[in-house]
């Protein structure tokens, strides 16, 4: 089965800090995704890439910057953490040319105090 | 940027029941329409997929596709406390990701 995993799986962070979320997956899929989940907005996707070397912007990506080093791993990156970044993040894989399905890892829970 | 909205926000039903959960969304465009199934603490998974219009049905689990519509549900047959989770609706947005509804909590009472 598809293996995306996530570190650190906890982390609390002091306002103003800088955030590194990992994100590493096996299945050698081209796309990997970053998103957020917070209660009554779903997930709300942050950053994307489509291979190594590229990052794109998704829907919320204000306060947030991504890195793709490899087809492996995909990191977000909060330079200035804020209370409003509380959230649970989510990184995902997959392979667009098909079926859009997408593998997700466990999850990151931040919370920025 | 398209619009995806679940309904039910939240369901409780009996086990063994039926579970009836809708999506309607806004990209007349999108081809791909998944259900994912996440339990508490853990990642979205993939339950199902859905891209023509109709009927799916896997196991206990039955997608129905509207495009003219803008609609898709997912009905849960003979529903297991195992089933209890948030339910995701998530069509393809062009190329580029999935967009999730906001889900809809199931929770089976035994």
């Known amino acids: ?113 | 940027q398209q619009k995806v909205q679940q309904s039910p926000e939240s369901l409780i039903v009996p086990e063994g029941g039926m579970a009836s959960l809708n999506c309607t969304f806004s990209d007349r465009n999108s081809q791909y329409f998944w259900w994912y199934r996440q339990h508490s603490g853990e990642g979205p998974k993939a339950l199902m997929s859905i891209f023509s219009n109709g009927d799916k049905k896997e196991g206990r689990f039955t997608a129905h596709l509207n495009k003219a519509s803008l609609y898709v549900s997912l009905h849960i047959k003979d529903s297991q406390p195992s089933d209890s989770a948030l339910y995701f609706c998530a069509p393809n947005q062009g190329g580029r990701a999935l967009i999730f509804g906001t889900g809809t909590t199931v929770s089976v009472s035994p």
């Not at chain 1, 982390?11 to 997956?25: D, E, F, I, P, R």
């Not at chain 1, 009554?40 to 890195?67: C, F, M, Q, V, W």
């Open chain 1, 1 to 113: 089965e598809a293996a995306v995993t996530q570190s650190p799986r906890n982390k609390v962070a002091v306002t103003g800090g800088k955030v590194t979320l990992s994100c590493n997956q096996t299945n050698n899929h081209n796309n990997m995704y970053w998103y957020r989940q917070d209660t009554g907005h779903g997930l709300r996707l942050i950053h994307y890439s489509y291979g190594a070397g590229s990052t794109e912007k998704g829907d919320i990506p204000d306060g947030y910057k991504a890195s793709r080093p490899s087809q492996e791993n995909f990191s977000l990156i909060l330079e200035l953490a804020t209370p409003s970044q509380t959230s649970v993040y989510f990184c995902a894989s997959g392979d667009a040319a098909y079926s859009y399905e997408q593998y997700f890892g466990p999850g990151t829970r931040l919370t920025v105090l």
